[in-house]
């Protein structure tokens, strides 16, 4: 007896007929504001931590190689703290429309029925 011959080692092909990939529809009717609002934060403020450190960066390399002379006033720690400041006005500005974008989209779905998607498997 053939060891390749076995019941299974045989491609898929031979036993029936090609397997065609199966999809799913799913409605997404309602979406949990407490849960949109915690993803929202975190990826908000990881947005804000960014936007802090590319400032930092983008700073403190031409200061260094002399490409800029800035004025006195014009200090990288004022510089910081402005950007913090819009790093924590863009968190909380983003977490509150997010959330309230939550509700909006729950009392329209309420109407509509909400929004339908179509999950196929892959191969």
């Known amino acids: 007896m053939d060891p390749d011959s076995s019941a299974g080692s045989r491609p898929c092909a031979a036993v029936g007929p090609a397997l065609r990939p199966r999809k799913l529809r799913m409605r997404i009717s309602q979406a949990d504001p407490w849960s949109v609002m915690k993803v929202s934060f975190l990826l908000s403020l990881a947005v804000g931590i960014y936007m802090i450190v590319s400032v930092a960066v983008l700073w403190a390399v031409p200061a260094t190689i002399g490409l800029i002379d800035p004025a006195p006033w014009l200090s990288p720690g004022w510089v910081l703290k402005i950007t913090a400041a819009v790093a924590v006005i863009n968190t909380g500005l983003a977490t509150s429309l997010a959330t ?9 779905a309420r109407f509509v029925g909400g929004s339908e998607l179509t999950l196929s498997e892959g191969e």
């Open 100 to 108: 309230l974008a939550a509700f909006v989209y729950n009392a329209t």
